[in-house]
């Protein structure tokens, strides 16, 4: 049967333009439809413009440290539509180039919205259909919203905080999770007033308790004012203002509220359901190992199919399923021992297990944990602290879980990663030299272990 092309992608995220690359490359007649801005969600309102607000963040603390290395800064002022237009600049930089990198691969892209007809036809927003023998869902997630709050459509969500026309002053977040956490911090540093609040006891659930411990600390060091086990129950718009209620029955005044309580795979609306392609309770697609769907004309990867939802899986989800469908692979990815870091100031960096978890599975577990004062900070005068914890299994000595509290955590847990999937002994880490003076040398000094758990 003859198809207009061999692989029709609905999503130019980070995952679908590196499907659509490497299945040109190998000689497929490939389409990408993208019905928002080419890039996707980490690109254009996600982990790259987060990141460059971040290091706007971080200038503060230079500021303060610096004097106390000798240096007098004069005064300082923070201006968010000089931040906005810069990193406007720059994601349309890269929006661009992933434009030119498909179109130098040799796949076509469209800037329109596509839904599936049946298991090789899409229909784009204009009506022509289109044939394929193979099509991929790659069209990510979006915001969930947390439920029925009276006043919810006066917040905003992730999408919108990267480009608010006025800086709020006064912000509310709600969520405990990765983005919770990480606007929190970073508006708070740059001068907001910053009330997060969550359903839980404690940020970020998942990660290693003494992480969530020692970055809450750093959080409200840093001035969040954190609320635990509440939530808002009414917003409401007061001018330019909007006063949130809490479930304790506070009211606090607010410029904007964030509301970052997870998000949802990006399904509704795509036909998925209609032609018979399985999704799961969250409307995720399920795919097999290999991305690929009960129709096996159809794939799905990235954030769609809810398994890790982190750019570089979505990339090499992509990237295995057309090595799969065009050339010799089997489409899967190995989804174990994934790192990621969480963009705070500090940074937390993780792999593998966490404590809780090492204990759950093995009878005997060594945590090895150095807590101290970053060099920088002493003279700098600082406060903040850094956490290094190891965390192994202690009949093989396997280094089953890295968990960082630092500055520089993400840099350093890459490359821990490769360790890791190396399957390193704590003994590989100890003949590792230090390099000195560093925070990573403690990752390979930690002599005695700080506790065992034995069941
Ligand atoms: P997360 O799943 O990380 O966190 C969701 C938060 O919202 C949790 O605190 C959760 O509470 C809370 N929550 C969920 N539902 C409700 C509800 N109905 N009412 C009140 N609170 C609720 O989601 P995010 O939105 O922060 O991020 C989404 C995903 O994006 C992340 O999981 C991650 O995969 C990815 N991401 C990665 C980043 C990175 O790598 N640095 C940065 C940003 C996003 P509870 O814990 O109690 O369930």
Redesign the pocket.
């Known amino acids: 049967m003859d198809f207009d092309c061999d692989l029709f992608i609905v999503g130019a995220g980070s995952g679908g333009v590196r499907a659509a690359r490497v299945a040109a490359g190998y000689g497929a007649k490939v389409i990408v439809a993208e019905e928002f801005r080419i890039g996707g969600t980490c690109v254009i309102r996600?982990?790259v413009p987060k990141k460059l607000m971040v290091y706007a963040s971080r200038f503060a603390d230079e500021f303060a440290y610096a004097a106390g290395y000798g240096w007098s800064v004069g005064p300082t002022s923070f201006d968010w539509p000089t931040l906005r237009a810069a990193k406007e600049r720059e994601i349309s930089r890269l929006s661009d180039a992933y434009r030119t990198n498909v179109g130098k691969a040799g796949a076509t892209l469209i800037e329109t919205r596509a839904e599936l007809v049946d298991a090789n036809r899409v229909r784009l927003a204009d009506g022509r259909i289109v044939s394929a023998r193979h099509i991929l869902v790659a069209t990510g997630a979006r915001p969930e919203s947390?439920?029925a709050i009276a006043g919810l459509e006066h917040t905003i969500s992730s999408n919108e905080i990267f480009d608010l026309p006025e800086f709020p002053r006064r912000l509310l977040v709600v969520?405990?999770?990765?983005?919770?956490v990480?606007f929190a911090c970073l508006f708070a540093r740059l001068g907001a007033e910053v009330t997060q609040v969550?359903?839980?006891d404690n940020i970020l659930?998942g990660f290693d308790q003494d992480m969530r411990d020692g970055l809450r600390d750093e959080l409200q060091r840093a001035g969040v004012r954190l609320r635990f086990g509440c939530?808002p129950t009414v917003f409401e718009k007061h001018g330019k203002a909007l006063r949130a209620t809490l479930s304790d029955d506070e009211a606090i005044e607010i410029d904007q509220a964030l509301v970052?309580?997870?998000?949802k795979p990006n399904t509704s609306g795509l036909g998925l359901a209609e032609i018979g392609v399985a999704l799961d309770a969250t409307g995720a697609v399920v795919v097999d190992a290999g991305s690929t769907t009960n129709i096996r004309s159809i794939h799905a990867i990235g954030d769609v199919t809810n398994r890790i939802?982190?750019t570089p899986v979505a990339i090499r989800e992509g990237h295995a399923l057309a090595d799969k469908l065009f050339g010799d692979g089997d489409g899967k990815v190995d989804h174990h021992d994934v790192a990621?870091?969480?963009?705070a100031t500090p940074e937390i960096g993780a792999i593998g297990l966490t404590e809780a978890e090492a204990f759950k599975r093995y009878e005997m577990v060594d945590v090895y944990m150095a807590n101290f004062k970053p060099m920088k900070a002493t003279v700098g005068g600082g406060s903040e602290r850094a956490i290094m914890k190891l965390v192994v299994e202690a009949h093989t000595n396997r280094v089953v879980g890295v968990h960082i509290l630092a500055r520089d955590a993400a840099e350093m847990i890459q490359v821990a990663a490769i360790a890791i999937k190396m399957k390193a002994t704590k003994a590989d880490f100890d003949a590792a030299m230090a390099v000195h003076p560093t925070g990573a040398e403690e990752l390979v000094t930690m002599r005695a272990p700080t506790r065992r758990l034995r069941r």
Request: aromatic content about 8%; glycine content about 26%.
């Open positions: 996600g982990c947390p439920g969520g405990g999770g990765y983005i919770a990480e969550m359903r839980g659930r939530l970052a309580t997870g998000r939802n982190l990621s870091a969480v963009f």
